[in-house]
């Protein structure tokens, strides 16, 4: 049989094409296994891909990036400890749920997922493993009623206004606590940062302590008394009332402002004489910011496969 150059170009066309299409479902094969021998594996659903490109990653990326917040996770199930995105969706459930987590929960979250990510991305049968949560006995969190009268007991406790609700059970506080998250940003309060010559120097809520914490500047106190903070309530509670949420409760604290660079350099001491071995071992053994070792790849395999394809190529084409 003749084989002609036209031919031979095919055939190493195909063969390139092979040879990434194997590093791609490997890549997932392997990716989905190193969960499912996990201790902390449950179960998975959906279809998983036999390949991984870039715009699989994408459409994960996507259909995850549309899940539900933190906030809002009981609206799917109040077993959720958290979403999370690889080469298909991660669901992490509260090892508190073990006794109460069976095929017929999973099958109905699943359900709800699904759809909610063929809604948003057009993706169907999306690829989800369940999973228990790490540790989770060290990262249970519970809310706690009593914070706001206890931050009045706290070194830097400045004052406190407005009232926490009494709920009736949890789901209501996680009701209530969506409200405030999603009115969190209050532009209002700009002029009255430390940026712009005033008192505040951070802001945020605190979910399982069922209050705004405000940080007002130690390094300033005269522009702290009860005329500026109750001006800054006030601005907070009429924020809030917009959103449904009457009396809002605010504990102030003194706060400290951020070093500056020239601060942060005069502090960092001079290098040791053994530095250079200090970054060949953190080279050695680099993580993730995730904390997960990453896998030890060869550099540019695909990419010297793919010049030896075209220099075959090329070959048999003179």
Same mark, same amino acid.
């Given at each position: !049989?003749?084989?002609?150059?036209? !031919?031979?170009?095919?055939?190493?066309?195909l063969?390139?094409?092979?040879?990434?299409?194997?590093g791609y #479902?490997?890549?997932?094969?392997? +990716?989905? %296994?190193?969960y499912? *021998?996990?201790?902390h594996?449950?179960?998975?659903?959906?279809?998983f891909?036999?390949?991984?490109?870039?715009?699989?990653r &994408? =459409?994960?990326?996507?259909?995850?990036?549309?899940l539900?917040?933190?906030?809002?996770y009981?609206?799917f199930?109040?077993? =959720?400890?958290?979403?999370?995105?690889?080469?298909?969706? =991660?669901?992490?459930?509260?090892?508190?749920?073990?006794?109460?987590? &069976?095929?017929?929960?999973?099958?109905?979250?699943?359900?709800?997922?699904?759809?909610?990510? %063929?809604?948003n $991305?057009?993706?169907? *049968?999306?690829?989800?493993?369940?999973?228990?949560?790490?540790? %989770?006995e060290?990262?249970?969190?519970?809310?706690?009623?009593?914070a706001?009268?206890? +931050?009045?007991?706290?070194?830097?406790?400045?004052a406190? /206004?407005?009232?926490?609700?009494?709920? #009736?059970?949890?789901?209501?506080w996680?009701?209530?606590?969506?409200k405030?998250?999603? #009115?969190?940003?209050?532009?209002?309060? @700009?002029?009255?940062? #430390?940026?712009?010559?005033?008192?505040?120097?951070?802001?945020?809520?605190?979910?399982?302590?069922?209050?705004?914490e405000?940080g007002? &500047?130690?390094?300033?106190?005269?522009?702290?008394?009860?005329?500026?903070?109750?001006?800054?309530?006030?601005?907070i509670? @009429?924020?809030? *009332?917009?959103?449904?949420?009457?009396?809002?409760?605010?504990?102030?604290?003194?706060? /400290?402002?951020?070093?500056?660079?020239? +601060?942060?350099?005069?502090?960092?001491p001079? !290098?040791e004489?053994d530095?250079?071995?200090?970054?060949?071992?953190t080279?050695?053994?680099?993580? $993730?910011? &995730?904390? *997960?070792?990453?896998?030890? $790849?060869?550099?540019?395999?695909?990419?010297? !496969?793919? =010049?030896?394809c075209?220099?075959?190529i090329?070959?048999? $084409?003179?």
């Open positions: !049989m003749v084989v002609t150059n036209k !031919m031979w170009k095919h055939l190493m066309i063969f390139l094409v092979s040879l990434l299409s194997i #479902a490997s890549a997932a094969t392997e +990716a989905f %296994e190193e499912a *021998e996990d201790p594996f449950i179960t998975s659903k959906g279809t891909t036999d390949t991984i490109d870039q715009e699989w &994408n =459409i994960i990326h996507n259909c995850c990036a549309s539900p917040d933190s906030y809002s009981y609206k199930d109040e077993a =959720i400890r958290t979403f999370a995105c690889s080469e298909f969706i =991660i669901v992490e459930l509260k090892s508190e749920y073990k006794g109460e987590i &069976n095929d017929s929960r999973i099958d109905k979250l699943y359900q709800k997922i699904e759809a909610h990510c %063929e809604e $991305t057009g993706l169907s *049968e999306v690829p989800v493993v369940f999973m228990w949560a790490e540790d %989770e060290y990262l249970k969190f519970e809310y706690d009623p009593d706001f009268e206890k +931050a009045k007991d706290s070194s830097g406790f400045v406190s /206004m407005g009232h926490v609700p009494v709920f #009736a059970d949890e789901d209501e996680l009701k209530w606590s969506e405030v998250h999603k #009115a969190r940003h209050v532009f209002e309060l @700009e002029s009255h940062f #430390a940026s712009q010559d005033g008192p505040l120097l951070s802001f945020g809520f605190k979910k399982y302590s069922g209050y705004i405000v007002v &500047n130690k390094e300033t106190p005269d522009k702290v008394n009860d005329s500026s903070l109750n001006e800054i309530y006030l601005i509670e @009429e924020h809030f *009332e917009e959103a449904g949420i009457s009396d809002i409760p605010v504990v102030f604290v003194w706060d /400290m402002p951020l070093q500056t660079d020239e +601060a942060l350099v005069e502090e960092i001079p !290098m004489e530095s250079s071995q200090t970054v060949e071992n080279a050695d053994n680099e993580t $993730t910011e &995730n904390g *997960e070792e990453t896998s030890q $790849t060869t550099p540019g395999f695909t990419s010297i !496969m793919l =010049i030896l075209l220099l075959i090329s070959r048999f $084409t003179k």
